[in-house]
């Protein structure tokens, strides 16, 4: 069965990132001319992706109005025949009916649980999971390309990415088994291992293809690191029976979850941006200059 499902856990409180998240929830917060969100939705679509899960909290309902219809804004453009291509950007944030859902995360206890969340929703298939906070600037996209590998080999997925071997303890890497080009199996995974206890310098990025059966390990899955149910903790579990695969992928990722990593977001979108492209390089070389 194909990927048909994606699961976007936004019930975060954005603590990296406050005070901006004290009003606005972190994953609405801009990069350049659009939400972080709107990014990773984009990038789910663009891999296939016919229904998206959002597991969302209190205070975030304007994740789903975003995603919904303004009519009245949407009626004031289209009076205005100046405004036609601003009006065609609007309607394009807009998800098909029956495209979208909303289910709530009552407590903030881990990822994991933000995913099980979903379970009735997504049923018995394969899904995909984004992590919100995660932008992947990729042709094709970081799922997609995920996707692609999928459907040659089933299983498990993680994305992944090489990171200098001096900051492995930041995150978690995988441990590998045997390797074809960009597709890697996994033996194992480790939570910020010191350098020299590192398996490997390919840090999980926030991209994962998961099969169904993660469901019931969630369901009785104690609390780990933090104090939260972890995803990676069933993960780990599900590796037993199943195969696990990792996926290098080609392109830039960017963690909008901590302020120097949104910033970098802005920054570098803002360069691509034809729009705002030139006048970005022009201020980005004004302040080069005092540095």
């Known amino acids: 069965?194909?990927?048909?499902?994606?699961?976007?856990?936004?019930?975060?409180?954005?603590?990296?990132?406050?005070?901006?998240?004290?009003?606005?929830?972190?994953?609405?917060?801009?990069?350049?001319?659009?939400?972080?969100?709107q990014y990773v939705v984009d990038e789910a679509l663009e891999a296939g992706i016919e229904h998206i899960v959002f597991v969302t909290g209190r205070g975030?309902?304007?994740?789903?109005?975003?995603?919904?219809?303004?009519?009245?804004?949407?009626?004031?453009?289209?009076?205005?025949?100046s405004k036609a291509d601003i009006l065609k950007e609007v309607q394009k944030t807009k998800l098909p009916a029956g495209a979208a859902s909303f289910t709530r995360q009552q407590a903030p206890l881990g990822l994991g649980h933000a995913v099980w969340c979903a379970k009735d929703i997504i049923g018995n298939e394969p899904f995909a999971v984004l992590l919100p906070d995660v932008i992947v600037r990729a042709k094709p996209s970081c799922l997609a390309q995920m996707v692609e590998a999928y459907n040659k080999v089933g299983g498990n997925i993680v994305a992944v990415d090489p990171v200098p071997e001096e900051r492995v303890s930041s995150y978690g890497v995988i441990a590998p088994k045997s390797r074809d080009g960009r597709l890697i199996e996994m033996s194992?995974?480790?939570?910020?291992?010191?350098?020299?206890?590192?398996?490997?310098?390919?840090?999980?990025?926030?991209?994962?293809?998961?099969?169904?059966?993660?469901?019931?390990?969630?369901?009785?899955?104690?609390?780990?690191?933090?104090?939260?149910?972890?995803?990676?903790?069933?993960?780990?579990?599900?590796?037993?029976?199943?195969?696990?695969?990792?996926?290098?992928?080609?392109?830039?990722?960017?963690?909008?979850?901590?302020?120097?990593?949104?910033?970098?977001?802005?920054?570098?979108?803002?360069?691509?941006?034809?729009?705002?492209?030139?006048?970005?390089?022009d201020i980005i070389a004004r302040y080069a200059s005092r540095l």
């Open 1 to 37: 069965m194909g990927i048909r499902k994606a699961v976007l856990p936004v019930a975060g409180h954005g603590t990296r990132v406050l005070p901006a998240t004290k009003s606005i929830p972190k994953e609405l917060l801009p990069v350049v001319d659009r939400p972080a969100l």
């Open 60 to 81: 975030k309902g304007a994740i789903e109005d975003y995603f919904d219809e303004a009519f009245e804004l949407e009626t004031s453009l289209a009076a205005k025949a």
């Open 188 to 281: 194992g995974m480790v939570e910020k291992p010191p350098r020299e206890e590192a398996p490997s310098n390919l840090k999980i990025t926030g991209r994962y293809i998961l099969q169904p059966e993660i469901f019931a390990l969630l369901e009785d899955q104690g609390k780990g690191a933090g104090g939260e149910i972890q995803l990676t903790d069933s993960m780990e579990r599900l590796m037993e029976k199943q195969a696990f695969y990792a996926f290098e992928f080609e392109g830039e990722e960017f963690d909008c979850g901590s302020k120097a990593g949104y910033f970098e977001a802005v920054l570098a979108h803002a360069i691509e941006n034809p729009e705002t492209s030139k006048d970005a390089r």
